[in-house]
């Protein structure tokens, strides 16, 4: 019998699944391999193959202390298939089937939206690889370089745990779609991601911690939701992708909030006071913090739409056939079934803006995003403490939902960050008042060095309050050039 | 609310005609807000019948308006849905009559699309980026070509057995199997994935004609429209007729257009549609009937014809019989299609003949009981004697009236009675009719232009009934109270089997198999109940079906 705690280092792909064990998945798996070992290679981060970089591994699945950390190549990295230990006699947790004992094969009935979640989860993974792949060259610091790389190869392995999940359980479908996801490329005009977000560019720093605070979120949210899914590999899959998960989220938050930092200490010490005194703040060399409202008006909005329209057919199914649950299901005092519920839905009447009690099951894409929300005002809220102790007049703040938005219900009208519906004209001339121009982006891009000085970071950004895995300000994080 | 079938582009809402020389596109982008009633938004370019409206108006000015053109390129305005198909919404919101009047409009569009293909050398290619589901995917089939995006989420499919429990209403099923010849087990398994089929497979399935990548499709999609537009019989050169609005005026209890008029008597469920012959005799030239546009008297009495129909069908669900009359001289009809016999091959003679030919197939497929009645004064002739023929029943007057002077009533046939307007099985009427004696065909035909009286043509088997003065009041009143009583339903089903004696086509395959299969799935509580698929779409909950197999 394998250890579903300890990871099996022994076979080429390390798992906690009894892989060698398992003949048929193992070489599927190790048929998949070198195709993805090429895309890593061919779409992985730019210029740094080689590079030896400090990084961490699971080696095993429980929460405490389940990675260790040491310099690795990352095409050397040893992705790996891991699920959270299995619960004993675990039942569906909601929807038309809870009680029954949970599924640990796929029920024929649900095969296709089983499928269809999971190659949507699996294509979002390498997405983010592919949009980041040249962030290395202008890196603010060997710190942030690791951390990027860190992300990177640990959505590489999200990609193998749904690549597993697809192979084992979906037959050739299952190989199909799983060579699929090697072969759409963010971006690309013949064979994009699925999902809007994922095709556009992440071209700066900041972008990318916007991207792994609020788009990265999302993920987490829609990981939280099939954690509790009733068919139990998904769940267990989820549940352990959410501590590597956590880390992502840590580097927008962190990355963002330093950014900050710095703006405003670069702002007390050259005497500056008003916020929106944009050039002059800019001259100090940092980002100026209504630029930075921009960015996370941009990014927020564009990760909102990766919740699909508020009002879903598709997330009723899923949550009724016991697929895809809320947040915190478990935490939840109602019956987890939702026939009877209804939940307040924001629907556009007569150019205005009301909220519509909507059958609960129908309503559930709004109700993850209204937890997204919530989730995002918090951390929101810990980057205006950050400002607020500096003694800077100023304070971020989330746009409204109907802001910018390219699905669901707004998405065919135009609205301001406060909830006013505009009319074309309006909307053509605030804009850039909202949204980062093209000037404005190409003020970030000039900011963007790569400093590769151990302890060094560039002039924009803060360095961290404490390193990763404890180490010292000076660890060289990456090295670069080994040889 | 009164459904009007009419409209033109400037009032479109949901499609788009951009004309570039010889390819013209149709651009569905559909308004979601644009329903035809409340109750639902038409998301993902999913349509309701204001939607098929707009596009059968399209399709018949791209065949009037536009002889110049001669590849028609169907798209979506959206890359990421091409089209959902019906609207599930509306569907499970609607009256089972209007289900099935939306059905007949909606097919009877898409047999037009193939029309335009096969008869006027317009060539139509669909297109499809993003998902072309359920109806969505049977408009491409109605195409000659589909090109589907290799982007590796853009996919065909049928979905309605697995997601809705009802069957493809657009004749998916037929053109999968008898157009495109897909295998029949294939068939089975495409009809039952809901996501559908992608990129190479289904061109291995022959579902589509080609996947190509999206940084070429634009380039093939016009490569491909200028090969069919080289190889299209179009003149190639201006002007096309203008399809005017038409003249018509509603009243409480009639319609009346210029020379058609349908009056509804609503107490006892009978509908008069009468059609004056023309009034003056054909043109001289086809200029001359280019310079009449619309307004030429063939042109004008169709497209009259065809509203009356569309009306009638959509919204006096209660009229059991139509009752059809004409009046005028049979010899201007007879002149009139003389004249376009002699200009069948000029682009607008042919586009009428078709055109008349669509609309007396329209009227094949309306579901009442459909009477000609054949008085003094009237010109059943030529084409206006196919009515008489599409007719379940004839009556004709022998003799006169007491101090009437019209003149006596006569049936007079040409070559159009004879192949010119084929119905749906393909026949003519009169060899529809004939099927077990053939040689009636060959005595009618040696009767071709004479003046029949009514005893001429009850021997000749055109008519069903010829009565004297003494007889026809009490025979026709009979006639209709006892239709009236009858149940439409069984009436409904009775004729439309009568109807189309003879081979099956896609054509009469597609209308059959809807209403005897559709038309029951639609009665059905595993479709439309509380707990049926219909009613359960959206909520998220299953559908609860009934597992007896009938």
Avoid at chain 1, 230 to 238: A, Y
Avoid at chain 2, 47 to 72: C, M, S, T, W
Avoid at chain 2, 168 to 175: E, K, N
Avoid at chain 2, 370 to 384: D, M, Y
Wanted: hydrophobic fraction near 40%; charge should be negative; aromatic fraction near 8%.
């Amino acid at each position: 019998m394998h250890d579903a705690i300890h990871v099996d280092y022994d076979t080429m792909i390390p798992n906690n699944v009894g892989l060698s064990e398992d003949r048929k998945v193992l070489k599927a798996l190790e048929k998949w391999h070198p195709g993805y070992i090429d895309w890593w290679k061919g779409l992985g981060p730019d210029g740094f193959q080689e590079a030896l970089v400090y990084l961490r591994t699971a080696v095993s699945v429980d929460p405490k202390g389940w990675a260790k950390f040491d310099y690795v190549k990352m095409p050397e990295y040893r992705w790996g298939i891991l699920l959270a230990p299995q619960e004993e006699e675990r039942k569906v947790p909601f929807g038309e089937y809870k009680g029954e004992a949970a599924w640990q094969e796929v029920p024929g009935e649900h095969r296709a939206m089983l499928r269809r979640l999971i190659v949507i989860q699996g294509d979002t993974e390498p997405a983010s690889v592919e949009q980041q792949r040249h962030l290395g060259a202008t890196a603010p610091s060997l710190y942030d370089m690791r951390n990027l790389f860190q992300v990177n190869v640990e959505e590489g392995r999200h990609l193998w745990a749904m690549v597993y999940l697809l192979q084992k359980y979906f037959g050739r479908d299952g190989r199909e779609e799983s060579e699929e996801l090697l072969q759409r490329h963010s971006g690309d005009p013949d064979k994009p991601r699925m999902l809007g977000a994922f095709n556009e560019a992440t071209p700066d720093w900041l972008s990318f911690f916007m991207f792994t605070f609020f788009t990265d979120r999302d993920g987490k949210m829609q990981l939280e939701s099939l954690a509790q899914s009733g068919f139990d590999p998904l769940s267990r899959t989820c549940r352990f992708m959410l501590t590597e998960e956590a880390h992502h989220m840590f580097v927008g938050e962190t990355g963002v909030g330093r950014t900050i930092q710095r703006t405003c200490d670069a702002m007390n010490e050259a005497g500056i006071d008003d916020p929106y005194d944009i050039n002059r703040v800019r001259d100090l060399g940092v980002i100026d913090l209504p630029t930075l409202q921009k960015k996370a008006n941009m990014h927020y909005t564009l990760s909102l739409d990766l919740f699909g329209s508020e009002v879903s057919t598709n997330a009723a199914n899923a949550f009724n056939a016991g697929l895809k649950g809320r947040f915190h299901e478990s935490r939840i005092e109602d019956d987890h079934q939702l026939t009877k519920d209804t939940y307040p839905v924001v629907k556009r009447v007569n150019g205005h803006i009301e909220m519509v009690d909507t059958p609960a099951l129908s309503a559930l894409n709004m109700r993850l995003r209204d937890d997204y929300a919530r989730d995002c005002e918090k951390g929101v809220g810990r980057w205006n403490k950050i400002i607020e102790k500096t003694g800077v007049d100023f304070q971020l703040k989330l746009p409204h939902t109907a802001f910018h938005r390219g699905i669901g219900e707004f998405a065919q009208s135009e609205a301001s960050p406060d909830g006013d519906i505009l009319s074309a004209d309006e909307w053509a001339a605030r804009k850039d008042d909202w949204l980062p121009s093209k000037a404005d982006g190409d003020f970030i891009a000039s900011l963007m060095e790569q400093v590769t000085t151990p302890g060094k970071y560039a002039g924009w950004i803060a360095p961290p309050k404490v390193g990763i895995d404890n180490k010292p300000g000076d660890f060289e994080y990456v090295k670069i050039d080994p040889s | 609310m009164r459904i009007d079938f009419q409209t033109s582009p400037e009032t479109y809402r949901h499609w788009k005609i951009d004309i570039d020389g010889e390819v013209a596109s149709l651009v569905m982008d559909v308004d979601e807000k644009g329903g035809l009633f409340e109750g639902y938004e038409l998301k993902l370019n999913s349509y309701d019948l204001g939607v098929d409206i707009e596009l059968n108006d399209a399709i018949q000015r791209l065949r009037f308006e536009h002889p110049e053109v001669k590849a028609v390129i169907m798209r979506s305005g959206n890359d990421r849905t091409f089209c959902a198909g019906a609207n599930i919404r509306m569907l499970a919101g609607a009256t089972h009559a209007h289900k099935v009047n939306f059905c007949k409009f909606t097919n009877e569009t898409r047999n037009s699309i193939e029309d335009a293909s096969e008869h006027s050398g317009q060539k139509y290619i669909c297109l499809v980026r993003g998902t072309a589901a359920g109806g969505g995917y049977e408009l491409a089939l109605a195409t000659d070509h589909i090109i589907l995006s290799d982007d590796s989420s853009s996919s065909v499919a049928l979905p309605e057995v697995p997601l809705l429990a009802v069957l493809p209403g657009t004749g998916g099923l037929t053109r999968v199997t008898d157009k495109r010849k897909v295998r029949r087990d294939l068939a089975d398994v495409f009809c039952t994935i809901e996501e559908g089929i992608r990129g190479k497979r289904a061109v291995d399935w022959r579902l589509v004609d080609e996947a190509v990548p999206n940084s070429k499709i634009e380039e093939v999609t016009a490569q491909r429209a200028r090969e069919f537009a080289a190889a299209s019989d179009r003149p190639g050169d201006g002007p096309g007729v203008s399809l005017t609005p038409l003249e018509r005026t509603f009243g409480e209890a009639h319609v009346k257009y210029s020379t058609v008029t349908l009056e509804i008597d609503r107490a006892t469920g009978v509908a008069t549609v009468s059609i004056a012959g023309p009034d003056d005799g054909a043109p001289a030239s086809a200029d001359d009937m280019l310079a009449q546009g619309a307004a030429f008297w063939p042109l004008r009495a169709a497209r009259e014809l065809d509203d009356a129909i569309l009306h009638l069908r959509a919204n006096e669900p209660e009229v059991a019989v139509l009752v059809m009359k004409t009046q005028g001289a049979p010899d201007a009809v007879l002149a009139y299609d003389a004249f376009l016999e002699a200009n069948a091959d000029h682009w607008l003679g042919r586009e009428i003949l078709h055109y008349w030919k669509r609309v007396l197939k329209r009227v094949d497929l309306t579901s009442r009981t459909l009477v000609a009645i054949i008085e003094p004064g009237s010109c059943f002739a030529g084409t206006l004697a196919e009515l008489a023929f599409a007719a379940d029943r004839s009556y004709m007057l022998i003799g006169g009236f007491e101090q009437d002077n019209r003149p006596e009533a006569a049936l007079q046939l040409n070559g159009h009675n004879f192949g010119r307007y084929p119905m749906s099985n393909g026949l003519s009427r009169l060899e529809t009719r004939f099927l077990g004696e053939p040689e009636s065909i060959g005595a009618a035909q040696a009767r071709s232009g004479e003046p029949l009286d009514a005893e001429t043509a009850d021997e000749l088997g055109l008519v069903t009934f010829a009565f004297d003065d003494i007889d026809w009041e009490d025979e026709v009143r009979i006639f209709l109270e006892e239709r009236a009583s009858f149940s439409p339903d069984g009436l409904t089903g009775m004729e439309a089997n009568l109807r189309f004696a003879g081979p099956e086509t896609m054509e009469t395959k597609i209308f059959g198999r809807l209403t005897a299969w559709q038309n029951w799935i639609f009665q059905r509580p595993n479709a439309v109940g509380e707990d049926g698929a219909l009613r359960r779409y959206g909520t998220g909950r299953k559908p609860d079906y009934n597992r007896t197999r009938v």
